[in-house]
């Protein structure tokens, strides 16, 4: 199923201008800019400086999947992390290389998942560091493709 060839390469690069809408749209669908239950700052926060989650909305797209040759309608997410170097901010021009570090499968009690472990990396045109972001995928088989179960 999966590619081990792909483990160490990059495996796609691109540009993303960050634009204020994106960032508006983030913070509000994930409630960064909501009132309840959110100290007052946030509020008052610059709405150009992206919250440090929105390096998710930059991250892995369903090109990721394709290369993969994952349906990306059985994957989930299992764990991620965000190193922020510097703010993201409106208007700024990233540089992301997207990066498999590594790729193995397990049997589970529903079939077998395939784990991917994805890294992206967002630089500045000028080379400085962005984010760093490390995730997890996890793939399941499609229910038709799953061993059946011993009662």
């Known amino acids: ?32 800019l909501a009132g309840d239950g959110h100290p007052e700052a946030l509020l008052k926060k610059d709405p150009d400086v992206a919250p440090p989650m929105f390096a998710m909305a930059l991250g892995v797209s369903k090109r990721l999947f394709e290369m993969l040759k ?7 997410l299992g764990e991620q992390s965000i190193d922020l ?6 208007g700024d021009e ?23 472990v994805i890294e992206d ?11 760093r972001m490390r995730r997890t995928f996890i793939a399941r088989t499609r229910p038709e493709q799953a061993p059946e179960r011993s009662s």
């Open 70 to 76: 994952v349906d990306p309608r059985l994957v989930l």
């Open 1 to 32: 199923m999966l590619d081990r060839n792909l483990i160490g390469k990059e495996i796609f690069l691109r540009r993303e201008v960050v634009e204020r809408g994106a960032i508006l749209r983030f913070a509000e669908a994930t409630g960064f």
């Open 94 to 116: 990233l540089e992301i290389a997207t990066s498999v570090k590594d790729l193995y499968q397990r049997v589970g009690t529903s079939g077998m998942m395939a784990f991917m």
């Open 85 to 90: 170097a510097s703010d993201i901010r409106a």
């Open 121 to 131: 990396e967002g630089h500045r045109l000028d080379g400085s560091p962005v984010f």
